[in-house]
């Protein structure tokens, strides 16, 4: 009899205890990524922990907009080893309002988060390109235009190393089109480097390039199209 046992991966929204070990799968699963590894941070090796902390302070920064949700994946101990951040685009998502608890929550994170970076910066980061994705998105943004305005964006997918082709990554963006699917709208994505062909078969076409201007040198960066139906 076979030992095999089929892996079926558990996604549910994430919360903030979770965000700690979200931040480490991150820094894990980016650590060769060209954009977020050697463009924007390339001495992580040296400050392994300053890394940690960018991922944290990035995702608890938007755990509480309205327009984002962060999902996890977890193994059967309830180990978180992927995650996912879907932001939602368009003029639906403008409409979207956080309750004023969420808003305080949201604003005293930013501040406390400006407050330790300018205390503790990022010795990990190239600073002179912290603002460069800010900088390139104008020459991209035409994509996200027309009929394709309205859209499930994933701003960022990580599944630790140990655990990747294990069906984390394919069932965190399948969230994302079934919420896509429901509006009746596209679901999009920027694909980091050799992961074109995963989300080829997962239904997105290239319709672009997101590596150009200030990002020309960077590898990766397909701008894909899940239309809607």
Known sequence: MSNNKTIVPNVRVATWADTARMAEVAADAFDKND????????????????????????????????????LVSTIEDGSIVGAAKWKRQGKAAQKLTRSWGAFFQHHSINVAHKISSSIWPNRAADPT???????AFPFFAHYWSGPREESWFLDMLSVHPNYQRQGHGRALVQWGKEKARGEVICASLTSAETKEDFYHKLGFVEVGRANVGPLE????????FCDKP
């Open 35 to 70: 954009l977020c590894g050697r463009f924007m941070h390339p001495y992580r090796h040296q400050f392994p922990d300053d890394y940690i902390t960018f991922w944290r302070r990035d995702i608890r920064n938007h755990l509480f907009d309205p327009d984002v949700t962060f």
């Open 129 to 135: 390109k912290a603002n460069a994705l800010d900088k």
């Open 217 to 224: 040198d960077v590898e990766g960066g397909a701008v894909m």
